[in-house]
């Protein structure tokens, strides 16, 4: 197994990469993942923002169980 990349998040054990030059002021995310919390530390790890700069709901989209992250700053 590869070693994680800060840039990467893996909630749930299965690496995500996502592309965080595109998450900018007003973006929003979703990420698949039964362990949200988790989802959401990764996230803030990854792109080192402060949790008052993002908000974030856990969710169901197109039946997929995990949480939508915006970025507001």
Known sequence: ??????????????????DWVKFTENASIFIPAVNTQK???HVLEA???????IKYRVR???GVY?????RLV
């Open 1 to 18: 197994m590869s070693r994680i990349r800060l840039s990467d998040i893996a909630p749930d054990g299965v690496r995500i990469i996502v």
């Open 39 to 41: 989802a959401v530390a």
């Open 47 to 53: 792109t080192k923002l402060e949790k008052q700069h």
């Open 60 to 62: 169901i989209e197109d």
């Open 66 to 70: 995990g949480v939508r992250i915006w």
